[in-house]
């Protein structure tokens, strides 16, 4: 092999060596992305299904209805306070209630928001007392 060859063969080796550790490095960036993307959504998931779990509790949720209502709703301002006051929620995620305009309940709107230049990941779910059971039959008249 001449010097030339050699030299060549360096260099071709050197280039496709950087290029590979190029392509390593940007395929570690992406799972770590993904990793966080997934954390995101667990902190999401761990949210709803606790605030799920929590109104469940009957004497925890009789509470959160509106008593002026003659209808079974939500007391909307006494459900978000509760459920700050007593749901811990992750740094990246945001809750918001919203109440439904054909008025069936509250949707929590969850969101998070990632470093990243990319849209928010959100999650929205509507929680009514009748779900929960916190809507008392009316007597039947006979």
């Not at 030299?7 to 395929?27: F, K, R």
């Not at 799920?52 to 509106?66: G, K, M």
């Not at 109440?99 to 509250?106: I, K, R, S, V, W």
Request: charge should be negative.
């Amino acid at each position: 092999m001449t010097l030339v060859e050699l030299v060549v063969s360096s260099v071709v080796l050197a280039g496709s060596s950087s290029a590979a550790l190029g392509v390593w490095n940007q395929a570690a960036t992406e799972i770590q992305g993904a990793k966080h993307w997934e954390e995101l959504a667990l902190q999401l998931e761990s949210t709803r299904i606790a605030t799920h779990r929590w109104l469940q509790s009957a004497p925890v949720s009789a509470d959160l209805l509106d008593p002026r209502s003659p209808d079974c709703r939500f007391n909307g301002t006494a459900l978000e306070t509760a459920v700050v006051d007593r749901l811990p929620i992750g740094s990246d995620v945001r809750s918001r209630w919203i109440a439904d305009p054909q008025g069936l309940g509250y949707w929590l709107e969850l969101s998070a928001v990632s470093q990243a230049q990319a849209p928010p990941l959100k999650r929205r779910l509507l929680f009514t007392p009748a779900a929960y059971g916190l809507c008392q039959p009316e007597a039947l008249s006979s």
